[in-house]
Nanobody
Framework: VQLQASGGGSVRPGGSLRLSCAAS????????VGWFRQAPGKEREGVSC???????LYSESAEGRFTISRDIAKNTVYLQMNNLQPEDTAVYYC??????????????????WGQGTLVTVSS
């Protein structure tokens, strides 16, 4: 199993980025995939996830600005991020949910972490 995140970069406040998470070794129908981020000096936090049935969940900070989606044929999960703000600056990771306990965006329930992609929002 592998997950590889890409698409990070540097944008100005108000800008947009789309992150991609290419998955291999499992099918997206059977596992939830989540996006997480970790800013310098802070703990890793959940941003969004998409479950096997396709239902989605967002953190409070992501709700209304970020959209998670997936392409089953490409086995890829995306995170469209709009209206980015400096506080969104972090390394973003994707991971597969391997344990079933709440809250759904608890990083401890996820494994097979990708290598991360850096998002920098600065004027």
């Amino acid at each position: 199993v592998q997950l590889q995140a890409s698409g990070g970069g540097s944008v100005r406040p108000g800008g947009s980025l789309r992150l991609s998470c290419a998955a291999s070794g499992f099918t997206l129908y059977n596992y939830a995939v989540g996006w997480f981020r970790q800013a310098p000096g802070k703990e890793r936090e959940g941003v969004s996830c998409i479950r096997g049935y396709g239902d989605t969940l967002y953190s409070e900070s992501a709700e209304g600005r970020f959209t998670i989606s997936r392409d089953i044929a490409k086995n890829t999960v995306y995170l469209q991020m709009n209206n980015l703000q400096p506080e969104d600056t972090a390394v973003y990771y994707c991971a597969r949910r391997v344990l079933n306990f709440d809250p759904i965006l608890n990083p401890a329930a996820y494994g097979d972490w990708g290598q991360g992609t850096l998002v920098t929002v600065s004027s």
